[in-house]
């Protein structure tokens, strides 16, 4: 995948969208985060760097939108909410294969009061073959469920055929220190009343 993908394909809604969502994650991120960005936020006709730098320098941000959205988030979460878990559910919630459900509900408030929209799919890990019953006992092959923001769904069909999460990992460099970042496509689709999962990465 050196080249574009198909895989990578945006949708529309997604293309339109994606400067707002950033434009709002920069804003919440805070001060330092905006004047990273430069002109982007700060345009000026100063022609020196460093001028504009003095002037970025002495530049004020305060954080409206922040304040809004943790007020937001006390209003909803005045009360802590009531979870109630079916008998032989509880690892849902022990934090060891997912998030907390707590934390899940609180990321997915957060994510819809930003952008409007946030994903959550239930997923079961690759089971091998030769799976025995000390690995059902141990719990190694059990479903959690994987948070996705907006900015992580770029493609999808109204008719729920087709929805392709872009997702981040790290690959160690060879000194045994250093990592780098890239990027994997999950393809959801059906087909034919089949759930169809790939994943794409480079190579």
């Known amino acids: ?16 969208n994606k400067d707002d969502w950033q434009l709002i994650d920069d804003v919440i991120a805070g001060e330092k985060e905006v004047k990273a960005k430069g002109k982007l936020y ?11 730098s003095v002037y ?40 060891k294969i997912s998030l907390p459900l707590d934390q899940i509900i609180r990321n997915t408030a957060r994510g819809c009061l930003k952008f409007g929209r946030y994903a959550l799919l239930v997923d079961m890990p690759d089971v091998p073959v030769k799976r025995t019953l000390l690995d059902d006992i141990q719990g190694r092959y059990k479903p959690q469920i ?3 923001p907006a900015q992580s769904i770029i493609n999808w069909r ?46």
């Open 42 to 52: 700060l345009p000026s006709s100063l022609t020196s760097d460093k001028q504009y």
């Open 1 to 16: 995948m050196s080249k574009k993908h198909p895989v990578e394909t945006t949708h529309p809604d997604y293309d339109y």
């Open 56 to 95: 970025l320098a002495k530049s004020s941000f305060t954080p409206y939108t922040e304040a809004t959205l943790e007020y937001l988030m006390g209003c909803i979460f005045r009360k802590p909410p009531e979870i109630t878990i079916p008998d032989g559910l509880e690892y849902l919630n022990d934090g």
């Open 146 to 148: 994987l948070c996705y």
């Open 158 to 203: 109204d008719d729920e055929s087709l929805v392709v999460l872009k997702e981040q990992y790290t690959v160690d460099k060879d000194d045994g220190f250093g990592f780098d970042r890239k990027y994997q496509y999950r393809e959801l689709r059906l087909v034919e009343g089949y759930y169809i999962q790939r994943l794409w990465r480079d190579g």
